[in-house]
């Protein structure tokens, strides 16, 4: 017996059925374990040894594969094909020589980019050794994450009260986004003209020009300023006869995409797809790790965590064979086409991302996908299919139409593709583009033929006014693409990083772009002042080629990580004496132009609007930051951050506000906005217990009106009558969010459903789903467990399988609709085993046991004190410890 261990069941799964009966594979659910999440786990003063620990999950994991292992002959470890996988594979066997499993075995390790049949049983053939190059350099990078988080985030909270933690990466990210912001309120709009004129042909037809030169000078883009230069060239035109000055004509060509890495799907996914980051991996996974085609599991893509752009030869010879099948000999190009990777820090050289056959068209898997699965295997598909095909060829015209007298040029420009080629299947977006589905660069724009020497009529002259634009904020796909760009980060890194911005509230998504939180600010210009060295964009970026160099065995792990952790360690050390007082002066002075922006008005932006004397500045509290009068206590406006030109009274206990939105229209009590230590809320009127309703997910204070007050305050409200139940359907906000009651059950609320004017026939269908997720009848029956059912169910908190009252969560990356009826029974007896027993019941009396002699004490064993308790009648065997740490070698 020969034994397999990959990282998740339904890769498990699709493998087995490849391997046969002589192999057991085994998931290890991910990672098997990992540095403790207290001080102390990474020692830098031991050779940056590591502690690693594994939680109680993984330790079932280790349990199973190690009790496989000492059955088998063999073990190969097939995680996946990158430093983490390679990590994940060093971890199992750690573990295993740790615990005596492996005496005698042969352990090797095996790799492939798709799970088909094909690739999985030629890595069989071809096994090798754990890369401890690219180990090293998983051990770098996680000492440093770990040695940058757990140092300086507890200076945060310290200095900056409210901030929650500062990463390596994460806070780079942040900055980013921050700077964009700050060139956004920092832009002055200008105003500039431009001049169109339409023209007719001798041949009748119509052309449209943009003046480009006056009195013989070529215009610049702000050479016409107001309206009234325009309106002064707009007279110069119609004062002239024009005709054709010249007419260029020039053919051009261009070149298909380079097939998907990580960060390019990830961008395209969010532009064509408007997925996250995040989703994209999810789903990205999913397609490689199989999916059920008429009855066979078979991965659909080849590794999704990459930055190469190469294709196998076999694979670019059957997109050629397809190509010429499907649309033509014309698209086949005369030779493949060959892609280098252009990323500054490439990692190690995998293959894009494709189809593992090109000949498994979308249509052909679009009954076993979901929407959003085939809606990201045709992007794949399509991009990697139109990298190998011809180029487009495009006829460009540009025609200059020149005043007799040459004062004055007009260009119309155009172009036509003549032949679509790559075209005809993939057109990239721009993520700048105005909407989604707008024209791009390469649409059509065909110029009527006219000929030098040619005298046009002027028809129409439009001047027209413009303002240029402040840069765009940054999207999840700009973001992503910019980051890689600086060499900032691993593209399988970037989807948890952007996931972890918004999830600690320094950031959000606007109409798919990143605004920052003033807390994200705050925490950028603290780091930017006191830690500016690691926050430079180039630091980050050198430290990720260094890590390149330790997976490329050119430099030692410790010696990176020791050149850090002096001068990281020397930079914490030097704010061990830094005031608050230093901080808010210094977050003041570099945050002053947006807390108190200057509306041109004369007005001084800092001066206190209640006193009118004292000066308005930068505050800190025990819960985060706020903006406050220096004259405090006399005067007590306060405001929150965020919501400039609102004040009210102090705040107390850390509570940001109140802002008065106004008079209840029936009680005439004040409500008002206000922040306390647990989220934004609103209030009606004061006293002892006013009645207050949080603000739910979604809700922005700055979004919140008396009128969405006043329906807040009167939550929970009548929906209306169940015309099945004929019971009241409640709607209301919770400690869980906004929900529907009925009938004494609940029913969460989404993002696109709205408590506030939620209807009956939106009402009634929610409850109807919610009864068949949660109601007697299952999702599927898998079997049964000693004589009772197996079945699995959708719970509150997510799947998960039972069997005689005994309920068992799946694992995250678990599919409830695959999952077996082996895998469940091993999770309800682990649920099991893990139930505490039942308290035996109290004897009558009973006598004291004989004293007998005390055992031989173990060399180096803490003795322990006699026991006072009288002893249980059945004494259970001493549980093994959850996990067992270990240095790094």
């Not at 690739?119 to 096994?127: F, G, I, K, Q, S």
């Not at 095909?389 to 020149?402: G, K, P, R, S, W």
């Amino acid at each position: 017996m020969k034994v397999v261990v990959v990282e998740s069941p339904a890769k498990a799964k699709t493998i087995n059925k490849y391997l046969g009966s002589d192999f057991q594979v085994i998931a290890s659910y991910g990672h098997i374990r990992d540095l403790p999440a207290k001080d102390g786990s990474v020692k830098p003063d031991e050779g940056f040894a590591m502690d690693w620990e594994a939680d109680a999950k993984s330790e079932r994991q280790i349990r199973e594969i190690a009790s496989a292992v000492k059955k088998a002959d063999k073990l190969f470890l097939a995680t996946d094909p990158d430093r983490e996988g390679e990590a994940i594979s060093w971890h199992v066997k750690k573990v295993l020589e740790e615990r005596g499993a492996l005496k005698g075995k042969d352990v090797k390790r095996v790799v492939f980019n798709e799970i088909t049949k094909s690739a999985v049983t030629e890595a069989m053939r071809n096994p090798r050794d754990i890369h401890q190059d690219l180990v090293d350099a998983y051990l770098a990078r996680r000492a440093l994450d770990y040695l940058v988080g757990f140092t300086l985030s507890p200076v945060l909270w310290r200095k900056l009260p409210g901030a929650k933690s500062a990463g390596r990466v994460q806070s780079v990210a942040l900055r980013l986004i921050c700077e964009r912001e700050t060139e956004i309120e920092e832009f002055k709009s200008r105003e500039y003209w431009t001049v169109a004129t339409d023209f007719l042909t001798p041949r009748g037809q119509m052309i449209t020009a943009a003046l480009t030169h006056m009195g013989g000078k070529k215009l610049d883009k702000f050479d016409i300023p107001d309206e009234a230069e325009a309106m002064a060239a707009k007279a110069a035109i119609e004062a002239r006869r024009f005709h054709v000055g010249s007419v260029e004509r020039k053919k051009a060509r261009r070149n298909p995409y380079a097939p998907f890495t990580t960060s390019t799907l990830q961008q395209e996914a969010s532009r064509k797809l408007h997925m996250s980051a995040k989703q994209t991996m999810q789903l990205a996974q999913r397609l490689y790790e199989g999916v059920d085609i008429g009855g066979e599991t078979v991965g659909l893509i080849t590794y999704m965590r990459t930055d190469g752009v190469q294709m196998a030869a076999e694979a670019i010879a059957a997109a050629r064979d397809l190509i010429g099948k499907d649309f033509g000999k014309g698209y086949v190009p005369d030779a493949p086409r060959l892609y280098k990777t252009k990323a500054k820090n490439a990692q190690e050289a995998h293959e894009c991302i494709r189809p593992t056959d090109m000949f498994r068209r979308p249509d052909q898997v679009a009954r076993y996908l979901d929407r959003d699965q085939l809606r990201l295997y045709e992007l794949i598909w399509k991009r990697t299919v139109a990298s190998q095909m011809a180029a487009a060829e495009l006829d460009q015209v540009a025609v200059d139409i020149t005043s007799d007298d040459r004062a004055v040029t007009l260009r119309a420009t155009g172009s036509v593709v003549v032949f679509d080629g790559f075209l005809k299947v993939y057109r990239e977006d721009r993520d700048d583009a105005p909407a989604h589905g707008a024209a791009d660069d390469e649409a059509e724009r065909l110029l009527p033929d006219v000929a030098e020497g040619d005298d046009m009529a002027r028809q129409g002259v439009r001047p027209e006014q413009h303002f240029t634009q402040p840069p765009p904020r940054y999207s999840e796909a700009s973001l992503v693409k910019r980051m890689e760009e600086l060499g900032i980060g691993r593209p399988s890194t970037y989807a948890s990083i952007l996931s972890v911005l918004q999830e600690r509230n320094y950031v959000r998504l606007d109409q798919r772009r990143f605004i920052p939180e003033d807390r994200g600010r705050l925490v950028t210009a603290f780091l930017e002042q006191f830690f500016g060295r690691y926050v430079e964009y180039n630091f980050t970026a050198d430290l990720e080629n260094q890590l390149d160099d330790i997976s490329g065995g050119r430099i030692d792990w410790r010696k990176v990580l020791e050149d850090f952790w002096k001068a990281f360690s020397a930079s914490v050390e030097g704010t061990k004496e830094l005031r608050i007082s230093d901080v808010i002066e210094a977050l003041d002075a570099e945050l002053g132009a947006h807390f108190f922006p200057d509306d041109g008005s004369g007005h001084d932006p800092r001066l206190c609007p209640t006193c009118n004397a004292g000066r308005l500045s930068l505050k800190l509290g025990k819960f985060g930051a706020f903006i406050g009068c220096s004259n405090y206590p006399e005067c007590r406006f306060t405001r929150p951050l965020g919501m400039a030109g609102e004040g009210g009274d102090a705040p107390a206990d850390g509570a940001e506000g109140p802002k008065e939105l106004g008079a209840h229209p029936t009680g005439g009590e004040m409500v008002t906005l206000r922040k306390g230590p647990y989220g934004w809320y609103v209030q009606l009127g004061e006293g002892a217990k006013p009645k207050r309703v949080s603000l739910y997910k979604g809700l922005a204070p700055a979004d919140v009106t008396l009128e969405i007050a006043v329906k807040l305050l009167e939550l929970p409200r009548e929906v209306g009558i169940h015309p099945e139940t004929q019971k009241k359907i409640e709607a209301g906000v919770g400690r869980f969010g906004p929900y529907l009651k009925h009938d004494g059950g609940f029913k969460s609320l989404g993002k696109d459903d709205d408590v506030l004017s939620i209807g009956m026939n939106r009402a009634v269908e929610l409850l109807a789903q919610a009864r068949v997720k949660k109601g007697a009848e299952p999702l599927r029956t898998l079997g049964e467990r000693a004589g009772k059912p197996v079945t699995v169910h959708e719970g509150r908190y997510g799947p998960y399988v039972s069997s005689d009252g005994i309920h068992a969560t799946l694992p995250k990356d678990a599919d409830p609709n695959t999952v077996t009826l082996e895998e469940a029974i091993s999770l309800i007896d682990a649920k099991a085993a893990k139930a505490p027993a039942k308290p035996a019941r109290k004897a009558a009396a009973k006598k004291a046991p004989a004293k007998k002699a005390p055992a031989k004490k173990a060399e180096g064993e803490t003795p322990k004190k006699p026991a006072t308790k009288k002893a249980p009648a059945k004494k259970t065997a001493a549980k093994k410890p959850a996990a067992k740490k270990a240095a790094v070698d």
